[in-house]
């Protein structure tokens, strides 16, 4: 049920929810690897391998003991792979988490969007440098549809605003009932980019960076225009068919397919106790975040991507130019493409994106030739508390989750330098909670 909490700690909430958008306890069940059964690693490779698998463990396992429900994980160095889960699926029962689960990834989908655009840039159907009117005059229309180009879209320079206020509405008065609300319903997404332009411009066509969910819903739109044929059938057919994942998919009914946990949401604990959210209507991300997959397909995608299997040359060197993301005091924190990022750890540079729906946490991350990966998944979002300043207490999650990005990425124990983004920070979260910020 929704907290009933007093007036002062709701806005509370919204005030830090806006001033930190691009920031972002059960018994123990510990982390256990599990090597699929076409994996080529035995003891015998394990001594010689590049991970620390017991490290790996235990750091999976800090993740849990700091608070978070569930979570599991696939990391790779070369050939030599490692699985592993901590944590409950299901608090009621305990059920455990497994590494081969399937779980909602958010906007890693937009990887995919873009990969599906780049083929047809390739075969010429589509000019990146275009506007988007020449193509969907009827979506986009007026001085934007002349002076917004695809490429806009894709790296989100775009200027269109978000449409999750729009979508949910009960967030613009600080509720969450909307959730509860849009459950079952079904989104077109003509109306999903309806209420996007209809939002306020986060800026000027080209001006900066600002993260919106529908740019990639028109990109959706954009091929249907140019193949068509339903942009989610082309992206299953020529994207992940030809990457060969066997676990990835958009869902057609609100239930995820395969074995998984469930979701829980907490909204920086206006929802209290936190939601099991993993029945839902995905058609509110339609292209943008709808997909459903499991951290070592989300790997495999990534190797086969860098490693020039899934586009052209020229195409993945697009994908790859990137535009400068920007934090509230103008640092630059990472950098965009179109519909990844890249992001300099201490031990190198790294390329991927996150994810985040209702109750559900991913992050994949590959080193530019995809031989060291990471991929991470977890089942409580946005756990973080709110101060009486109106700002986020540092949250013990956050620090074992860069914590483990540092085991896995680079093989040590800490925090990689400078600090990885939260896993959330580019993607519906900060939207979501922009959507509770007081309106001046």
Known sequence: MLSTRPGRRRARVASATATLALA?????????????????FGAAADA???LDRAALGASLDAVHAAGMYGAYADVRDGKDEWRGATGVADVATGRPMR?????????????????????QVAKGRIDLDAPIGRYLPDVVPGERGRTITVRMLLNHTSGIGDYIVGAFPSLAKGSTQSLDDNRFHHFRPQELVRLGLQAAPTGKPGEKWSYSNTNYIIAGLLLHKVTGEDPQSYITREVIDKAGLHHTYFPRTPYIDGPHGKMYESFYGLIDPPRDYSVYDMSWGGTAGALVSTTADLDDFYRKLLGGRLLAPAQLRQMQTTVPVRDEKGKVVMDYGLGVFNVDLGCGRFWGHDGAVFGAGTTVLSSPDGKRQMSLAYNLMKYQKVGADGKFEPSPIDAAIYAFYGQALCGTGKPPAPAAPHPLAQDLAPDLAKAAAPRH
């Open 24 to 40: 972002l306890l059960v018994t123990a069940v510990p982390a256990h690897a599990a090597p699929t059964a076409a994996s080529p």
């Open 48 to 50: 010689a391998t590049g």
């Open 99 to 119: 590494p081969d689960f399937q779980q909602r990834v958010g906007s890693v989908t937009k990887a995919f969007a873009s990969v599906a655009v780049l083929q």
